[in-house]
């Protein structure tokens, strides 16, 4: 009987030997195997959906990492040179003359400042929605309630640092140098030329008419023709705004001919109200007498040269060769 107990307590270490031992090999096999479905250090290098970014305002906004889906009031063309098609935008960008019209297929209309639409908005299902300075904070504080809602501050800046803004926000930093690099090659050949025909060093003023009104733009406006170009502005147009900070001023009718210059860049008006302003100052003999004039240096230009973003401004480049350089 003793021995049939031994038996029994013998059988059951081997039993247990052979569990240890059979588990101890299950986890050595483990170990030396395949890549393991997730380490500390692939947790460590995944990136997070969102982040916390600081707008214009100085609001700390959590916004998506990748934004998949945007709706913005303003800088339609810098988002599309960056490779990202807004959802949605203000209804201006289908109503004006602009080179960015024929790229909007596909994308919905908000309504404008003052009146947009959140029905709409909402039907979007927008992931981040991006305003200027100029939307009213009742407005902004209703947009924010769809989406995390960005301030990019329009005024005191030029269409770089927009872009570049921009190009953070939607994680788009190389699309960004990458368009820059490009702009600038063709602007320095456009500019070469312009120099060894001799009119690089030329002064030029740009006039809008526009709300029975004239306008001179000044260098953060036109940034082709000054920045870019580096045509010089005329002294008087440059007494309006000596430390460059607004983008343009209104210039009496009378007073027109004091900013003349070698080449002069008329905008056209697209509203039927300045139509007759703008026939008076060109049919008057005094905008006749000027150099430019007589010398065939007046250039017509249509509403799209108001634009100042990445795909107005490199159209405008091609448009300055076929008036200077063809």
């Known amino acids: 009987m003793w021995q049939r107990k031994k038996n029994s307590l013998v059988l059951s270490v081997i039993l247990c030997m052979a569990v240890v031992l059979a588990a101890c090999g299950s986890q050595s096999e483990n170990s030396s195997g395949?890549?393991?479905?997730?380490?500390?250090?692939?947790?460590?290098?995944?990136?997070?959906?969102?982040?916390?970014?600081?707008?214009?305002?100085?609001?700390?906004?959590?916004?998506?990492?990748?934004p998949?889906?945007?709706?913005?009031?303003?800088?339609?063309?810098?988002?599309?040179?960056?490779?990202?098609?807004?959802?949605g935008v203000a209804s201006q960008f289908f109503l004006d003359s602009s080179y960015l019209k024929d790229k909007l297929a596909?994308?919905?209309?908000?309504?404008?400042?003052?009146?947009?639409?959140?029905?709409?908005?909402?039907?979007?299902?927008?992931?981040?929605?991006?305003?200027?300075?100029?939307?009213?904070?009742?407005?902004?504080?209703?947009?924010?309630?769809?989406?995390?809602?960005?301030t990019i501050k329009y005024a005191g800046s030029d269409m770089f640092v927009h872009l570049n803004k921009l190009a953070d926000i939607l994680g788009k930093s190389a699309e960004a140098k990458q368009w820059v690099d490009q702009y600038?090659?063709?602007?320095?050949?456009?500019?070469?030329?312009?120099?060894?025909?001799?009119?690089?060093?030329?002064?030029?003023?740009?006039?809008?008419?526009?709300?029975?009104?004239?306008?001179?733009y000044f260098e953060n406006i036109s940034?082709?023709?000054?920045?870019?170009?580096?045509?010089?502005?005329?002294?008087?147009?440059?007494?309006?705004?000596?430390?460059?900070?607004?983008?343009?001023?209104k210039v009496s009718m009378e007073v027109v001919p004091d900013y003349a210059a070698d080449r002069m860049f008329v905008i056209k008006p697209y509203d039927t109200l300045s139509d007759a302003i703008y026939k008076e100052v060109l049919d008057s003999s005094l905008w006749?007498?000027?150099?430019a004039v007589l010398n065939k240096h007046v250039y017509t230009l249509d509403n799209k040269w108001n634009g100042n973003d990445p795909?107005?401004?490199?159209?405008?480049?091609?448009d300055i060769v076929k008036l200077l350089l063809n």
């Open 223 to 249: 940034i082709t023709i000054y920045q870019t170009l580096g045509f010089k502005v005329p002294p008087k147009v440059k007494e309006m705004n000596p430390d460059n900070k607004t983008g343009f001023a």
């Open 106 to 150: 596909g994308i919905e209309s908000i309504g404008d400042n003052g009146g947009y639409n959140v029905e709409k908005i909402l039907s979007l299902v927008p992931d981040l929605i991006i305003v200027n300075e100029f939307v009213k904070p009742e407005e902004v504080e209703k947009l924010s309630k769809v989406a995390p809602t960005v």
């Open 184 to 216: 600038q090659a063709k602007a320095a050949k456009i500019k070469g030329q312009l120099m060894a025909n001799g009119k690089q060093a030329e002064t030029a003023t740009v006039l809008q008419f526009m709300n029975k009104q004239v306008f001179a």
């Open 311 to 318: 795909i107005s401004m490199d159209a405008q480049l091609d």
């Open 34 to 66: 395949s890549t393991p479905l997730s380490s500390p250090q692939q947790t460590a290098t995944k990136e997070p959906l969102t982040r916390i970014y600081k707008d214009d305002t100085g609001k700390e906004i959590e916004i998506p990492t990748h």
């Open 68 to 87: 998949q889906k945007v709706v913005a009031n303003y800088y339609v063309g810098h988002l599309l040179s960056l490779g990202v098609k807004p959802v």
């Open 288 to 291: 006749k007498s000027l150099p």
